[in-house]
T-cell receptor, first 113, second 116 residues
Framework: AQSVTQLDSQVPVFEEAPVELRCNYS??????LFWYVQYPNQGLQLLLK??????LVKGINGFEAEFNKSQTSFHLRKPSVHISDTAEYFC???????????FGTGTSLTVIP | GAVVSQHPSWVICKSGTSVKIECRSL??????MFWYRQFPKQSLMLMAT?????????EQGVEKDKFLINHASLTLSTLTVTSAHPEDSSFYIC????????????FGPGTRLTVT
């Protein structure tokens, strides 16, 4: 079975400051890892994904994440946030043997001017 | 590419009526589609997995007779909430997987259902 833990439910950060949103997972099989962003009353937009290869993954809007297999983590980072980054962020895993996605409970990022 | 649409984007219905939500993949063939439910300030909960031409697979605790899923073509899946009640009010999101593009799921914009 798979599970995803997002340790921080809310993260306030000042504009232009760096941010890290934490994600840990557990799985008995190899997984693919994803970060999605959701703006109010909208669907999910893919930020980035890790399927294989380099453990440092760069995504859209200046976000990046690093897959750490030993720590079973896939933390999302951005060196300088903007007001427009205020949104809900979801980490998700998908076993490489199946279709299903398992989502974390989400982290609400609020960028303070 | 890889766009998924949902219709309607929001709907209000009276208790006891049925509501149909459509999920379409606009520029690819979706062999598998997924239906999620999201309560306010919460994560997405997978309700069911829908494969074209076959019966949907429902997650534990999801009433298949209440949430009817049909995946009649490679570009369309529908979710019908039958005999809706206020507790069915939620944000319903579908996603679609293009088997030719790997394991990524493409999400629709969601449908806000309010049952009065």
């Amino acid at each position: 079975a798979q599970s995803v833990t997002q340790l921080d439910s809310q993260v306030p950060v000042f504009e232009e400051a760096p941010v890290e949103l934490r994600c840990n997972y557990s799985s008995s099989v190899s997984v693919y890892l994803f970060w999605y962003v959701q703006y109010p009353n909208q669907g999910l937009q893919l930020l980035l994904k890790y399927l294989s290869g380099s453990t440092l993954v760069k995504g859209i809007n200046g976000f990046e994440a690093e897959f750490n297999k030993s720590q079973t983590s896939f933390h999302l980072r951005k060196p300088s946030v903007h007001i427009s980054d205020t949104a809900e962020y979801f980490c998700a895993v998908s076993p490489n043997t199946g279709n299903q996605f398992y989502f974390g409970t989400g982290t609400s990022l609020t960028v303070i001017p | 590419g890889a766009v998924v649409s949902q219709h309607p984007s929001w709907v209000i219905c009276k208790s006891g009526t049925s509501v149909k939500i459509e999920c379409r993949s606009l520029d690819f063939q979706a062999t598998t589609m997924f239906w999620y439910r999201q309560f306010p300030k919460q994560s997405l909960m997978l309700m069911a997995t829908s494969n074209e031409g076959s019966k949907a697979t429902y997650e534990q605790g999801v009433e298949k007779d209440k949430f009817l899923i049909n995946h009649a073509s490679l570009t369309l899946s529908t979710l019908t909430v039958t005999s809706a009640h206020p507790e069915d009010s939620s944000f319903y999101i579908c996603s679609a997987r293009d088997g030719g593009r790997g394991y990524e799921q493409y999400f629709g914009p969601g449908t806000r259902l309010t049952v009065t």
